[in-house]
Nanobody
Framework: QVQLVESGGGLVHTGESLRLSCAAS????????VDWYRQAPGNRRELVAT???????TYVDSVKGRFTISRDNAKNTVSLQMDALKPEDTAAYYC?????????????WGQGTQVTVSS
């Protein structure tokens, strides 16, 4: 059974940093792309960053230069380093992978970790 568990959220002030982690069980991360999404109350879930199985990272424009996604395949974890945090970064952050099973793809989500940035 695939499980994703996020950790590292919290309450910080503007300009401070947090490091989120996503730990996987039941699947090896090394062959999958891994995404970080976020969702603020009343907003749609937004793709924040993706790291491919080859280690290529992409980011939504609003976090470029401030967030860094990385992976440690040996530990089966993916991290999101968030620097220079802003109040608009406040949201629940979710780890996501999509795994192919036959002709279909199945999405797996973690339970989320809350990030709150006070001004």
């Amino acid at each position: 059974q695939v499980q994703l568990v996020e950790s590292g959220g919290g309450l910080v002030h503007t300009g401070e940093s947090l490091r989120l982690s996503c730990a996987a069980s039941g699947i090896g991360f090394s062959s999958t792309n891994v995404d970080w999404y976020r969702q603020a109350p009343g907003n749609r879930r937004e793709l924040v960053a993706t790291i491919t199985s080859f280690g290529t990272a992409t980011y939504v424009d609003s976090v470029k230069g401030r967030f860094t996604i990385s992976r440690d395949n040996a530990k089966n974890t993916v991290s999101l380093q968030m620097d220079a945090l802003k109040p608009e970064d406040t949201a629940a952050y979710y780890c996501h992978i999509a795994v192919q099973s036959g002709a279909a793809w199945r999405s797996y989500w973690g339970q989320g970790t809350q990030v709150t940035v006070s001004s």
